[in-house]
């Protein structure tokens, strides 16, 4: 049974950074990919991030570029170091996991989602 936790939200002040990670179990991650989403209280949840297990490769919705990186290590745990961070960033970000060899930023094609953590970003 695959299983992702997340950890790593809190409060932040406007400027500041948070890594947030999600830890991955229950399976071998090599053909998944590995997304991040966020969704802010009355809005729809969106992309943020993926990352494919196998090629480490990265891609980025355009409002993060340049200021979040998504990364893992060898114990199946995928990070999000956030910098910069804006009082726009606040949501609850989900960590998810989809079987798939071709980038995935459509949440309604993943399969697995963790708890969510909440991020807040203060002014």
């Known amino acids: 049974q695959v299983r992702l936790v997340e950890s790593g939200g809190g409060l932040v002040q406007a400027g500041g950074s948070l890594r947030l990670s999600c830890a991955a179990s229950?399976?071998?991650?090599?053909?998944?990919?590995m997304g991040w989403f966020r969704q802010a209280p009355g809005k729809e949840r969106e992309f943020v991030a993926a990352y494919k297990w196998i090629s480490t490769m990265t891609y980025y919705a355009d409002f993060v570029k340049g200021r979040f990186a998504i990364s893992r290590d060898n114990a199946n745990t995928v990070y999000l170091q956030m910098n910069s961070l804006k009082p726009e960033d606040t949501a609850v970000y989900y960590c998810?996991?989809?079987?798939?060899?071709?980038?995935?930023?459509?949440?309604?094609?993943?399969?697995?989602w963790g708890q969510g953590t909440q991020v807040t970003v203060s002014s």
């Open positions: 229950g399976r071998t991650f090599s053909t998944y990919i």
């Open positions: 998810a996991a989809v079987s798939s060899t071709v980038p995935v930023t459509s949440a309604n094609e993943y399969q697995y």
